[in-house]
């Protein structure tokens, strides 16, 4: 039988994260998952450290970053729904899997309940950041600023594996494959947006992304992407908006674990309004 669930984690040479990530997983009570591990041929003895699990595949084979290796894993998934991990990330707690699940079941029997006929999803969460120990709430409504401004958390989205069965993500893109195959789920193939109250995932980042560098990737293909998909009008009057609003400093409060509490707090008020 299927599992319901396919998490993929895709690594090079990750020391202690990958194990602390997969053991993390194997930890849920949720049993109906596999894990599938894509290995850029790592040479750190990370994966031969891996515990034996029927639930675990690894791949090992060559690629060209971290989303050619998520396109690599996408070959091999088996479940219903798939979700992306780094490595370092980890299960905020070990029935998040059965809580998601739950939901899902709910969501697609109100759907038939009503006449509808459950159409492909994103099924997405909150994450916690690990630097700071604040939780990174997700927008409750995926609404055009909301795409614009910012996706969930890749480590929060599950998404319908069939999602996937026309296109995985794009490789041109070096920091945002993700955030543009999120729009394109939404705006070309009406992928319905679900917000659930789940803290799915303690998040590390600390990446590439993060970086000097990988910011000046991001905004870059974060102005393409967004010009793709988001009517002229709007990408110029939300990037006005955007500056304005001084979207960097909060950025930096949102990151200081000093003042990222009250950020928190804050941003949960203004998005409770929505839900």
């Not at 290995?39 to 060559?62: H, M, N």
């Not at 590390?204 to 991001?218: H, L, N």
């Not at 009008?233 to 979207?247: P, W």
Request: charged residues 25%.
């Amino acid at each position: 039988m299927a599992p319901f669930f396919s998490v993929v984690v895709v690594c090079r040479n990750a020391g202690d994260k990958l194990k602390k990530t997969v053991e993390s997983i194997l930890s849920q009570s949720e049993r109906s998952f596999e894990i599938i591990v894509k290995d850029a041929c790592s040479t750190d003895g990370s994966v031969e450290a891996l515990p034996q699990a029927k639930e675990l595949t690894v791949i090992r084979e060559k690629d060209s970053g971290i989303y050619d290796g998520m396109n690599g894993a996408l070959r091999h998934v088996r479940g219903r729904f798939v979700l992306f991990l780094n490595c370092g990330d980890l299960f905020s707690s070990d029935d998040v899997l059965r809580r998601v699940k739950e939901f899902i079941g709910d969501a697609e029997k109100n759907d038939i309940n009503v006449g509808n006929i459950p159409s492909p999803a994103v099924y997405y969460g909150d994450v916690r950041d690990s630097l700071t120990g604040a939780r990174a709430a997700a927008n409750p409504v995926m609404d055009d600023f909301a795409l614009y401004r910012n996706i969930p958390c890749h480590q929060a989205c599950f998404y319908d594996a069939a999602l996937f069965q026309e296109r995985g993500f794009d490789v041109r893109y070096r920091v945002r494959a993700d955030y543009e195959h999120f729009l394109w789920c939404h705006y070309v193939k009406n992928a319905a947006m679900r917000h659930m109250d789940v803290t799915v995932a303690d998040y590390e980042g600390g990446g590439y992304s993060e970086s000097p560098e990988g910011r000046a990737y991001s905004a870059r293909e974060h102005r393409e992407i967004t010009a793709r998909y988001l009517p002229t009008g709007k990408h110029l009057l939300y990037r006005i908006y955007m500056a304005v609003t001084l979207q960097p400093l909060r950025e930096r409060i949102a990151r200081d674990p000093r003042t990222a509490a009250v950020y928190s707090w804050l941003k949960d008020r203004a998005y409770a309004g929505k839900s």
